[in-house]
Structures are given as C-alpha cells and as structure tokens.
C-alpha cells in the first residue's frame, strides 16, 4: 500500500508563489508516475501534470505552462509542486496522486491508484 499526503498550501495574493510537496511512503518502490490534479469548488477535478521517475514534468493545463514548475527529493521521498505568477483562477484543491502505470498524455483519474487527502490554495486579487 501507498499513503501520499499533500501540504504547503496557503493563500495569498495573485502573483505571488506556492510550493506544495507530497510525501510517499509504504510500498513506493511500485510507482512509475505521479499526478497534480486540483478542484475549484463547483468544477470536475482536473489534472495539472504528471511527473516521471527522472522529475521529468508534463502540464497538461495550458495556462501552468511557464509558470508552474516540478521537482523531486527522492531521499526524502518527496514531490514539489512549484507555482509562480499565481491567478485567481488557480484557486482550488490541490491534490497529488500516484499510479503503478507509467505516465500517459491521457491523464485518467481513474487509473491512478493512490490518493493525497488534498490542500487548499486560495489566489485573491
């Protein structure tokens, strides 16, 4: 088994930054991907970015791209999710997750199999 947990949000002010880590631990050995999805109150969940076991980062959400960044400490364990230039419109749930699958370009929540309980950023104006 797998526990993930997220931390390091917070709110503030649009443009400014947040770094969120996710901490594995259990059976981490079996995982091959790791996924950032997030969820505005009254909206679906969606991903942000998987990221590979080289730290190697795809963003799948358009407007992250160039201001969003990820890294990994595997010593500790530990994913980061890197965010600069924050919008109002990033304001939502942030959660990581994990799967045995290899990364894909689909970004299915279903097919990831461990799930952080989720931290919250708030962007205001």
């Known amino acids: 088994q797998v526990q993930l947990e997220e931390s390091g949000g917070g709110s503030v002010q649009a443009g400014g930054s947040l770094t969120l880590s996710c901490v594995a631990s259990g059976y981490i050995y079996s995982l091959n991907c790791i996924g950032w999805f997030r969820q505005a109150p009254g909206k679906e969940r969606e991903a942000v970015a998987t990221v590979n076991l080289r730290g190697g980062a795809t963003f799948s959400v358009d407007s992250a791209k160039g201001r969003f960044t990820a890294s990994q400490d595997r010593a500790k364990n530990t994913w980061y999710l890197q965010m600069s230039a924050l919008k109002p419109e990033d304001t939502a749930m942030y959660f990581c997750?994990?799967?045995?699958?290899?990364?894909?370009?689909?970004?299915?929540?279903?097919?990831?199999?461990?799930w952080g309980q989720g931290t919250q950023v708030t962007v205001a104006l």
């Open positions: 997750a994990a799967r045995r699958a290899f990364c894909d370009s689909a970004y299915v929540q279903s097919e990831f199999n461990y």
